[in-house]
């Protein structure tokens, strides 16, 4: 969802939305949540929500120690810092860093007094998740709820009116009110039925044409997470492994708030499968740990703190996400410090940057203007765009280009963002702003993944396979170097920037990403905002990784 301009933001407040229970809990003066401005431009009211309807929320405290968490972020990466790979435990990164639990008190009673129920704070109180009706989530945070249909694509949704305001006393431990509005709805990018197959990829073509058998190593001993809002079957997993002889490692479901799956997933089962399947295909004994929430902010809150805090995983990848202006800044602030926990604990993340090349906006909003997708934006996560790989005849890396196959299926995500500021080891470059991606691998119809979905054989292609590409050489790297590895960006970049480029990277340098209309980026030697620094040689890059 765009942040937009309130077209109903005058609206009173009638007299009726005061709970006689709220008395104490509004006694100091209001402070207004300036970021959680409501989706509204483009958008027609129709009327009030039902009072009585149930909405999820939630609320995103703030942490502690900003400037030092992020010094610890850069020396965490930094071969020459004494804190080099010394990551933090959950229980050290809470006492450093977070809520404190006077901060976690103090936001629950508010809840308690206000009517919520349902409250589940999350391992590390960085997040509280809650229920209410509107009329009780009107109340609580002074702004009427509306029902709105976005002009430019029909979509129907709810959203708060203005943007929440909260008694000072709490305001200082809230950064963020999440769930006021269902305009943002995750989207997978993951398609089927790929019309132009010139080579569909399988694990013995992945392993030979990226370098990876001569890594001997297999995931042995690595647990890998996967973001998912919907679920899959153990039988198309096992039936992959199968296919391709590979000895597959655990797979287990992890549910998010009351959220599970896989007794009857639904259309994004492809994207689950093909998440696990292609983490399988270069890792197929790694330990995975499919998370599952609701497809909404809250959801997505809930289950990044919730990977944050279990701390079962050291990679994870995600295929699932909202173009920046659909996410509103508030959320994807919430959802960033709930990454930047994880990388602080040794989590390497990996993100699809979307198939709509520089117009990532389109699918969710009707927008062509440029825009990128999170939470590949995040500064603590590795973005991923998209290749087509081309093999000679015994599967051996032939060439790449940038993966472009036009409106009839989609073009590598990349651009810049507009949250997040350019990171330390992307700031020579000409923006202030984060670029994405920061790196690429196949993603096309022409070289689309083989996978067992459904259960059926089948062709999918997008940035949803080279996400967890990625992610499967990072469950190698952990293998090979014996241990998490946190942010990997700063090594990609420090490896672009300097004489092992080529040794590391296949350096892209032909095709662009314009898409709907919209001019994009062109790929070219060395860094672009296509195919980013490129995609791995397994074995030279692995070299490379201290």
């Not at 009517?115 to 009329?135: D, K, L, P, W």
């Not at 129907?156 to 909260?166: G, K, R």
């Amino acid at each position: 969802m765009r942040l937009r301009k309130l077209v109903a933001a005058a609206v009173p407040l009638p007299a009726l939305l005061c709970l006689s229970i709220a008395g104490v809990a509004h006694a100091d003066p209001l402070v207004t949540m300036s970021a959680n401005a409501a989706p509204l431009a483009s958008s027609a009211r129709s009327g009030d929500v039902d009072a009585g309807q149930q909405i999820s929320a939630a609320l995103s405290l703030k942490l502690h120690n900003q400037q030092a968490l992020q010094q610890f972020l850069a020396d965490v990466q930094n071969p020459a810092s004494p804190q080099y790979h010394r990551f933090l435990t959950p229980e050290q990164f809470n006492t450093a860093f977070g809520p404190t639990q006077a901060d976690v008190t103090k936001a629950v009673s508010f809840l308690k007094q206000n009517g919520a129920r349902g409250i589940q704070v999350s391992g590390n109180g960085q997040a509280i998740t809650f229920t209410g009706s509107a009329a009780q989530l009107e109340s609580t945070f002074r702004t009427r709820l509306g029902n709105y249909t976005d002009t430019t694509n029909g979509r129907h949704f709810f959203a708060n009116d203005a943007a929440p305001s909260l008694p000072a006393s709490v305001s200082s431990v809230v950064q963020a009110v999440v769930g006021l509005d269902n305009h943002a709805v995750k989207e997978h990018s993951a398609t089927t039925a790929a019309p132009k197959v010139v080579k569909a990829v399988t694990p013995s073509i992945l392993k030979t044409a990226y370098s990876t058998s001569g890594l001997s190593a297999t995931g042995t001993g690595v647990s890998v997470g996967f973001v998912e809002f919907d679920g899959y079957r153990k039988s198309d997993i096992t039936s992959y492994d199968s296919k391709y002889g590979l000895s597959g490692g655990s797979v287990t479901t992890v549910p998010v708030s009351g959220a599970n799956y896989d007794s009857s997933p639904g259309d994004g089962e492809v994207e689950v499968d093909l998440d696990i399947e292609v983490v399988h295909a270069l890792a197929s004994k790694v330990s995975s740990f499919v998370y599952e929430a609701p497809n909404s902010n809250a959801g997505e809150l809930a289950m990044y703190q919730k990977i944050a805090s279990d701390k079962r995983v050291s990679v994870v990848s995600i295929s699932w996400g909202s173009c920046e202006a659909a996410e509103g800044s508030s959320a994807a602030n919430s959802v960033n410090n709930a990454i930047a926990t994880g990388t602080a604990e040794g989590i390497s993340y990996f993100a699809a940057a979307g198939d709509d090349g520089t117009t990532d906006c389109a699918r969710q909003t009707g927008s062509r203007s440029q825009a990128v997708d999170f939470p590949a934006s995040s500064p603590n996560v590795t973005g991923v765009g998209g290749t087509q790989l081309t093999v000679t005849s015994s599967n051996g890396y032939s060439s790449e280009k940038a993966w472009n196959d036009g409106a009839s299926a989609g073009a590598g995500g990349g651009g810049i963002s507009t949250l997040f500021t350019a990171p330390s080891w992307q700031s020579h470059q000409s923006t202030t702003k984060r670029k994405v991606p920061d790196v690429a691998g196949d993603a096309a119809s022409g070289s689309a993944y083989t996978i067992v979905s459904g259960g059926t054989s089948g062709n999918v292609w997008g940035t949803s396979g080279a996400a967890p590409l990625w992610a499967a050489f990072a469950a190698l790297q952990n293998q090979v170097h014996g241990g998490a590895l946190g942010n990997l960006n700063p090594t990609f970049y420090s490896v672009g920037n300097g004489s092992s480029y080529s040794t590391g990277f296949h350096d892209v340098t032909t095709g662009n990403n314009t898409f709907n209309g919209t001019t994009g980026f062109t790929a070219g030697t060395g860094y672009d905002q296509v195919t980013g620094w490129g995609s791995f040689k397994g074995t030279g890059l692995s070299g490379l990784i201290g």
